[in-house]
């Protein structure tokens, strides 16, 4: 089920607050507290990027950064 709910997002430009760093990946939440991975520059920490969605998993997303 949650799979299937995820996939609804992939395609999709989303407002991501970026919480942490994980390896060469950035960890963002949207508003309604679903986790997305990224890459980009670790000074985003504490920032709302823009987030363009390319892949869907059970309890995730993949994202492309779009506003730098």
Not at 27 to 46: A, C, M, R, S
Request: aromatic share 8%; hydrophobic share 40%.
């Amino acid at each position: 089920t949650a799979l299937e709910n995820n996939k609804k997002y992939v395609g999709k430009t989303i407002k991501v607050l970026v919480n942490e760093t994980k390896n060469k990946f950035l960890i963002g939440k949207t508003n309604t507290y679903k986790t997305i991975k990224f890459i980009g520059p670790k000074n985003l920490v504490g920032q709302f990027v823009k987030i363009r969605i390319i892949d869907a998993l059970p309890w995730s997303l993949k994202g492309l950064l779009t506003n730098l």
